[in-house]
């Protein structure tokens, strides 16, 4: 029963990528120089306990408007607030300062930010625990010539329950929530590990519908959900993490007000992964992506060990926010938001994380619950500061 539903919305769905017309206008990653974020000097600090239980959602007392009216920190503020904790595989804990050169500091009201959508998410419904918006959009992959193929198999699970993305050959971005609850390292951050979800068995079902090599660029965006055959016989490859980056900005910030704005980390693997990874990108206004759209793929918690892709229109934003309602369950936290543009100097479509999905977000405003989905945006400083943390040098990290 569920091959025969799926098999007419599969034929219209290609039907539609095959005679739908090219559009000659191509939406453009525009490359632009970014400041440096530069480590200055490294001082160790106490072990952490590990006593908190990991979070799987953030709770804010500000809301869209409150982050666009807040004021914009000083060259100092941002000293602080990009300085970072490293935690390391055998317990020991370091800070480190850090100085910024080249920065040249915007207007968080500018109208490069304004989507023309204000108050949309201040209109939002009060409800609790609304995670799913209306239709569930969302759709497993399965099978490995889907699960192995980029870009769904630069996600990865991290064993305190959340998301990850591949964004080096040893490194994966996720969100901060995730390893730290604002004041204490999470229980199983020491021994963090990441898992890669591989088959157990060769796949020996297949499809009976041809599918175009670049099915999955298709997809992307595409008028319909497409759910591959399943396959149940999976399992994850577990990799530890050797060091876990996580701004001082979430620290401090303790997930209220400016804290949200640095709800990301890094973490380096012990060895590499072998995998394709996904390069990172500036977050463009969500008026140049194309179709306004953001996607990314994650674990889910209600879906136990399947990978789970969607995308949806993105909403509101500010400087350092991204507003949306894609369909997702806890254990997606941490997740890679992406964009698929052209690349006009290397003449190609690429793929770039733009942002990290950080989950629910509940504001406490007049007595109700209002509740958002909020990504992190990768903005020029913290491209730098990411790739630093990846590549170890800034010169490969001047354009983003």
Not at 355 to 373: D, I, K, P, T
Request: hydrophobic share 30%.
């Amino acid at each position: 029963m569920r091959s025969r539903a799926t098999l007419p919305r599969l034929t219209i769905l290609l039907c539609l990528l095959f005679l739908a017309p090219v559009s000659s206008s191509r939406p453009q990653w525009i490359l632009q120089r970014v400041p440096v974020v530069l480590p200055q000097q490294t001082e160790a600090r106490p072990a952490p306990n590990f006593l908190s239980p990991a979070r799987l959602d953030v709770i804010s007392h500000c809301d869209p408007e409150c982050h666009k009216k807040a004021p914009r920190p000083s060259y100092w503020d941002l000293r602080h607030l990009l300085a970072f904790e490293t935690l390391h595989s055998d317990g020991q804990l370091t800070e480190t300062s850090i100085g910024i050169y080249g920065y040249k500091p915007t207007s968080n009201t500018s109208p490069e930010y304004s989507t023309g959508t204000a108050g949309k998410a201040e209109r939002s419904h009060v409800r609790r625990k609304r995670q799913i918006f209306g239709h569930d959009g969302r759709f497993s992959i399965a099978g490995q010539n889907f699960l192995l193929k980029y870009p769904f198999s630069v996600a990865v699970k991290l064993s305190t329950g959340c998301s990850g993305t591949l964004v080096g050959n040893r490194h994966v971005l996720t969100a901060a929530h995730c390893v730290h609850d604002g004041k204490n390292y999470v229980k199983g951050a020491q021994k963090l590990r990441v898992g890669f979800l591989k088959p157990k068995h060769r796949e020996t079902q297949h499809s009976s519908i041809y599918l175009p090599s670049n099915f999955t660029n298709h997809i992307e965006g595409g008028p319909a959900p497409y759910t591959p055959p399943i396959n149940d016989k999976m399992k994850f490859q577990w990799i530890r993490a050797k060091r876990t980056h996580v701004p001082k900005g979430w620290i401090k910030g303790n997930a209220n007000d400016i804290g949200m704005d640095y709800d990301y980390a890094l973490l380096e693997l012990k060895k590499p992964h072998k995998r394709r990874h996904m390069k990172l990108g500036v977050s463009p206004p969500a008026q140049r992506l194309p179709g306004r759209r953001v996607h990314f793929s994650g674990f889910d918690n209600d879906r136990a060990g399947k990978l789970v892709y969607r995308f949806c229109p993105a909403g509101e934003e500010t400087t350092d926010l991204l507003y949306q309602h894609c369909d997702a369950q806890p254990g997606a936290s941490g997740s890679g938001v992406y964009a698929r543009m052209w690349d006009g100097r290397r003449r190609r479509w690429e793929r770039k994380v733009i942002g990290v999905f950080s989950g629910h977000q509940w504001v406490e405003r007049q007595g109700a619950s209002h509740e958002f989905n909020v990504a992190v945006r990768i903005t020029p400083l913290k491209y730098a500061q990411i790739c630093y943390w990846i590549k170890g040098n800034f010169v490969d990290c001047r354009e983003g």
